[in-house]
């Protein structure tokens, strides 16, 4: 205890020094969380947006559905086990679909567009959607009209209270034909989707495909997102080999590719950032050992081994390592969680490059634990790594000589 009291003595005997170099720390943990919580927020914004508006963390699915996209691959979900999949703890909705194709035409105007049946009021709990109508008014369980994305409406050419004319291809082959009344808009956060999504009531969307009793995904959404494997195994148990049990890594692995590659290149960028805040702490530490070559050297003439010296020298370092990630954390958290509440519009060329490659032009911030361990525990190490140079300088004294001058 004698070199921790002396460490901290040692500390605040020259506050200015203490204080740039717990500061150089401290700006650093705090540039890094922000970036870092920027990036992860944004990989897990096009997640749940993906995710809650088209499959879901996991997906219950027809054998052989995911591969074909065919209506003779969809399946027969009874009341049983629809319960049993809700009744899981880490599930918070589950919504029964019919996810197909056609063609929907108005007048002289011909789209291409992707028909969802669904039930109103699970799809409004799972994503929101209720609250995304734009003019007229959502679906409820016995509407017989449809809801369209925004960019289809303005594709089409319709408004509320217009009709459209569907035309697909139905279960077993049949031919699918129907006239629907606009009741709502909505806009989606995703263009891909709000330029091409038309939403049906699910009876309204298997009397449309001759599928009576039958859907082609049950689509889960869960609290934890790493609990999705441990969920999946416990859905996989209730049905049996007719059907698949999928996670969206398997049914969009194109999204989860992008994530990855994005990622990589963030972490490289982070290890430049990393290398920069090291040399900026360095030089720092550098200037510290300086200015206290002298301090060393009588400290050592009296009678303390450079061992001993060192070991204190070196507590010195990890408690102003600590104060600096520390602080730095703290000071961050309520930023962030600011910026988490309210994230950050993007305007101008920079909203509609965003809007062009299908994402919505937010910067979105994410606080968790492992966020603030994981940056933290880093430029706590490189603090650590950096104290070798006094701890080197020391063993190198030249008593006389320091003394002398």
Request: zero cysteines; glycine letters at 8%; a positive charge.
């Amino acid at each position: 205890m004698i070199y921790v009291q002396m460490a901290w003595a040692n500390l605040w005997r020259n506050k200015n020094r203490t204080l740039i170099t717990v500061s150089s720390v401290f700006f650093a943990v705090v540039l890094v969380l922000f970036i870092r919580s920027m990036k992860l927020g944004s990989y897990n914004h096009i997640i749940t947006n993906t995710l809650s508006l088209y499959t879901g963390f996991i997906q219950v699915q027809g054998k052989g559905f995911n591969d074909t996209k065919s209506l003779e691959n969809s399946m027969a979900l009874s009341d049983t086990q629809l319960m049993s999949v809700k009744s899981i703890n880490e599930v918070t909705s589950v919504v029964p679909r019919i996810e197909s194709f056609a063609l929907a035409s108005v007048k002289n105007r011909t789209e291409g567009v992707s028909v969802t049946g669904t039930d109103p009021k699970a799809e409004a709990a799972m994503n929101g959607l209720n609250g995304r109508v734009t003019n007229g008014k959502y679906l409820d369980p016995h509407s017989k009209g449809a809801l369209v994305g925004e960019g289809l409406a303005r594709r089409l050419n319709v408004l509320v209270g217009d009709t459209l004319v569907l035309l697909s291809q139905g279960y077993y082959g049949m031919s699918a034909a129907g006239i629907f009344a606009v009741e709502g808009i909505i806009r989606l956060p995703l263009p891909d989707l709000d330029n091409s999504m038309l939403y049906l009531t699910l009876p309204t969307a298997q009397w449309f495909l001759s599928m009576q009793g039958r859907v082609t995904s049950l689509a889960v959404m869960i609290e934890n997102p790493d609990k999705e494997n441990q969920v999946a195994a416990k859905v996989r148990k209730l049905f049996s080999d007719n059907y698949d049990v999928l996670t969206w890594r398997e049914l969009i692995p194109d999204l989860l590719q992008g994530i990855e590659f994005s990622n990589a290149s963030g972490i490289i960028m982070l290890s430049i950032l990393y290398l920069v805040i090291a040399f900026g702490i360095f030089g720092t530490v550098i200037m510290m050992t300086a200015e206290r070559r002298r301090e060393f050297s009588i400290m050592i003439s009296i009678g303390m081994k450079p061992k001993q010296l060192s070991f204190m020298v070196f507590i010195e370092t990890v408690v102003i390592a600590m104060l600096g990630a520390v602080s730095g954390a703290v000071a961050s958290l309520p930023v962030l969680l600011y910026m988490k509440a309210n994230p950050i519009p993007l305007s101008g060329q920079l909203g509609k490059t965003t809007l062009q490659y299908g994402f919505e032009p937010i910067l979105p911030f994410l606080v968790s634990a492992s966020l603030f361990v994981h940056q933290g525990v880093v430029v706590f190490v490189i603090a650590l790594m950096v104290s070798m140079y006094p701890l080197w300088s020391i063993n190198r004294i030249n008593i006389s000589d320091e003394l002398r001058a």
